[in-house]
């Protein structure tokens, strides 16, 4: 992962807490996770794996390894391994870090300060941000946007609806979650709250 060389850590400004480190050459992410977060991952492993090897364009997340470290007397570290988005020949000059969302989602003026600056959902508006790809790149685009905010759907529907799914789920075909709308109540140790899912 990194040879001979040394990682290079990256503060981020989100809000997890977590540290994210890049190899050297840029191309890999490190990111430390919450024990709850490794269990996450480990659960869609198999249909993401599933789902990855048969869209090369997805534009989901690559994960490369997943791994835990053990030091007697301290406190375990999970840590995985992605590819990042950032690893381009392109000089990269603004930076937004969409979630599809406006509720605080408006970049500091210490953001705004970095020498590459990491603007947020309001930003992109406000900011009247468009992109400009042409008619077949951005079908392209749009199909394969489609296709990755319905499996992201379909592992929460299994995973948080229902009980765990069987060994088989993997190969079985993710439901479309075009045609109506269901309300799903979501109990968890906590508290209730009310979902809506596409099925």
Do not use: W
């Not at 309001?122 to 990755?148: H, S, W, Y």
């Not at 993710?174 to 709250?193: G, H, I, R």
Request: aromatic share 16%; proline share 7%; with cysteine.
């Amino acid at each position: 992962l990194c040879g001979s060389f040394n990682l290079l850590e990256f503060i981020s400004n989100s809000k997890s807490g977590q540290f994210f480190f890049y190899s050297h050459d840029g191309q890999f992410l490190i990111k430390s996770m919450t024990r709850s977060e490794s269990l996450f991952l480990r659960k869609i492993l198999p249909p993401y794996y599933h789902y990855v090897q048969g869209q090369p364009n997805t534009l989901i997340t690559r994960f490369y390894g997943m791994y835990r470290v053990k030091v007697p007397g301290r406190k375990e570290i999970y840590f995985v391994v992605m590819g990042s988005v950032f690893h381009s020949t392109l000089e990269i000059h603004k930076i937004y870090d969409l979630k599809g969302s406006t509720h605080g989602r408006r970049a500091t003026e210490k953001d705004r300060e970095q020498a590459v600056p990491v603007l947020k959902d309001v930003d992109f508006e406000e900011d009247r941000q468009l992109f400009r790809i042409g008619k077949k790149q951005a079908k392209l685009f749009k199909d394969q946007l489609r296709k990755d905010v319905e499996v992201a759907c379909a592992y929460f529907y299994f995973l948080f609806c229902f009980p765990p799914p069987p060994p088989s789920f993997p190969s079985l075909p993710f439901p479309s979650f075009q045609k109506q709308k269901k309300k799903v109540l979501m109990q968890n140790s906590l508290t209730k709250n009310e979902h809506y899912v596409y099925t």
